[in-house]
Every structure is written in structure tokens, then in C-alpha cells.
């Protein structure tokens, strides 16, 4: 606790700066929408449009299906702190259907976030697409069944390489643990344990306050930072003995935590396990790509011709600091409010 003080004192300067830019610091900016298609009896459909907020205001994506299908006002919406959900039911969109019409989300081009969009015709198959902010329409075959394999897996991707804190983290045990192998371990032991509460809280067998598990993630990358000072300053601490056992301990904290992207979107309900084997497989890519990169850089910085020097390695665990000690006392009034 009073390495957690000290360090949380050093970061105090930099967080009142970095709260003039929130912007630019705070995490899972990059939220995905929802676009959910169903087929009823009688070639009536049901649409649910989910778009993710940023405090009270809404995010400007606007769904529109061909024929105005979505021109009127929807039959129910409502609102939560990180989305708003508009359902627009007995759709009748006459004989043709809504086979081979385009579907365009209006606003997507101008922004940083993709569209998850699943189609269930009415014998309760279900495929996925992404539409990407390069590429907001899509002409929508309701008859095409099967799980889009590259939705969810490059969802997860997406997700980790968004995910600032959970990013921060990583470049944390690679700072902290030198030795390949025991790296080996601990990254592995943080993939075990994120991928068991991953599944545990998508599939509602254990249930979180989001709010209080991102400031608990945000504590766990501050936790990380602090080791790696005090082990830059020859001290030897629980991390430096047992990195594989902190790693599996906070995984649990990031794996709730990844749910959460998830939770934004759902999981089709013919298709729930190999939806977040996908997501997990995506996670788990993005991760390695990250720590592939990391290890690049210092496989490259090791063959420079004069060493950089010295006080150039207290940058990262002092950035990496100050940037959780940000978003713990951000995400704390956020659960408490």
C-alpha cells in the first residue's frame, strides 16, 4: 500500500494534465453498434439498433435500410449510461422483404468504430457481418447461414488493440519479467485466467459491476507500474518473485472486463460457443501482436550502435502510471456516482 501511495503521489502532476485531454487517454473509446435483423412469421421483422454513448449524448450513427424501411419512429427505445437501444417491430416491408436491400448506417464514415450486424431469418439461423467506417453498407441475405467467422474474431482483435489499459498492462509484464521463459508463463497465466472469467461472465455464471471492475483493471495496471520502479530500483517484490501469480490474478479482473465489449453487442443465441471462442481467439491474436511488437522494439533499441541512456527506461512505468492513476480516480467516480 505505501508503494501504491508513493507512486500515485509521483502521477498526481501528469493526471491533472491528462484530464484536460480525456479524451485521448481514457479506454474502450472505440465501442462497436449493434444492428440485430429477425424474421417473424408472416415476412414481419423486428430490427434493434444499439448504438454505443458518451455520457448522455449518443454517438451519430444513423441505420438506414432501403425503401425507408427505418424511416419512422421506433416502436420502443431506451437508454443506459454506455448505449441507447432503439427496437422497431412488426416491420412490413411488403412482398419483396427485405432481401437484397442495402442497409447503410449514416454517420459510420466519420468515425472510429464498426457495426456489428446479424441476420436471423425465421428458421432462428443466424450470420454475422462488420460493417467498418471504409464500408457502412451492405446488401442484406437473409438466407445466407452461418456464423461470419472473421465477426467475432476480429471483434476480439479489435477489441485488445483498443484497449488501452488492458494494452498498458501487457507492456507492464514486459517490462517487469526479463527472462523468456518466465514471460512465457506469465503471459500465459494472464490468458488462462482472462479467457475463464471471459466465458464465466458472458455466460451470466458469475455477474459484476462494470463500472467497479474497470477501476479495479485501472488499479491492477497501476499496481504493475509500481513494481517495475521499485524493481528498477533493486527491490524485489511479490511481482518479481511470482510474476505468473499476479498475472493470473488481475487476468481475472480483465477478463470481466473484456466481457464487456460483448456485453455491448450479444452473442447470436444458435451460436454462443464458437461466437466467444472467436472473441477469445481475437483477444488473444491482438495480444500476441502487441507483445511481438514490444519485443521488436526491444530486440532493435539491444543493437543500437550507443545505448540510450539511462533515465530513458523510467519513462514507461512512469507513463504507464500516471495513465492508470488517471483512469482509477476517473473510473472511481464513475462507480460511485
Known amino acids: 500500500m505505501r508503494r501504491l501511495l508513493l507512486t500515485l503521489r509521483s502521477c498526481l502532476l501528469l493526471c491533472a494534465a491528462l484530464s484536460a485531454v480525456p479524451m485521448c487517454v481514457s479506454s474502450h473509446e472505440v465501442r462497436p453498434a449493434f444492428l440485430s435483423v429477425t424474421e417473424r412469421p408472416g415476412g414481419r421483422y423486428e430490427i434493434l439498433w444499439k448504438q454505443p454513448t458518451m455520457g448522455?449524448?449518443?454517438?451519430?450513427?444513423?441505420?438506414?435500410?432501403?425503401?425507408?424501411?427505418?424511416?419512422r419512429a421506433p416502436s420502443d427505445m431506451q437508454s443506459a449510461p454506455d448505449f441507447q437501444v432503439s427496437v422497431w417491430r412488426n416491420i412490413d416491408p411488403g412482398a419483396r422483404g427485405l432481401e437484397g436491400r442495402t442497409l447503410e448506417i449514416e454517420g459510420l464514415a466519420e468515425t472510429i468504430t464498426d457495426v456489428l450486424v446479424a441476420i436471423t431469418p425465421a428458421d432462428g439461423t443466424t450470420a454475422q457481418e462488420i460493417l467498418h467506417p471504409q464500408n457502412p453498407r451492405m446488401t442484406l441475405h437473409l438466407h445466407r447461414n452461418g456464423l461470419a467467422i472473421l465477426a467475432y474474431l476480429r471483434l476480439g482483435i479489435e477489441h485488445i488493440l483498443t484497449g488501452t489499459d488492458h494494452l498498458a498492462f501487457v507492456l507492464g509484464l514486459t517490462l517487469l519479467v526479463r527472462r523468456r521463459m518466465m514471460l512465457i508463463k506469465t503471459i500465459t497465466a494472464f490468458t488462462l485466467a482472462h479467457s475463464i472469467t471471459l466465458a464465466a461472465t458472458t455466460l451470466h455464471l458469475i455477474f459484476v459491476h462494470p463500472a467497479v471492475i474497470e477501476a479495479l483493471v485501472a488499479l491492477s495496471v497501476l499496481f504493475v507500474a509500481v513494481e517495475i520502479?521499485?524493481?528498477?530500483?533493486?527491490?524485489?517484490?511479490?511481482?518479481?518473485?511470482?510474476?505468473?501469480?499476479?498475472?493470473?490474478?488481475?487476468?481475472?479482473?480483465?477478463?470481466?472486463?473484456?466481457?464487456?465489449?460483448?456485453?455491448?453487442v450479444g452473442l447470436p443465441p444458435n451460436a454462443i460457443a464458437p461466437s466467444l471462442f472467436l472473441f477469445n481467439v481475437g483477444v488473444e491474436l491482438g495480444q500476441l501482436m502487441f507483445i511481438g511488437v514490444i519485443l521488436g522494439g526491444r530486440w532493435a533499441l539491444a543493437r543500437l550502435p550507443t545505448a540510450p541512456p539511462a533515465w530513458m527506461r523510467w519513462i514507461a512505468p512512469y507513463a504507464i502510471g500516471s495513465f492508470a492513476a488517471f483512469w482509477c480516480l476517473e473510473r472511481l467516480q464513475a462507480a460511485l456516482s
Open 56 to 71: 448522455e449524448v449518443a454517438v451519430r450513427l444513423v441505420p438506414h435500410i432501403e425503401g425507408g424501411v427505418l424511416d
Open 229 to 264: 520502479v521499485y524493481s528498477y530500483r533493486g527491490r524485489t517484490g511479490l511481482a518479481i518473485r511470482y510474476p505468473w501469480l499476479i498475472a493470473s490474478t488481475f487476468g481475472l479482473l480483465h477478463g470481466a472486463a473484456f466481457a464487456g465489449a460483448l456485453a455491448e
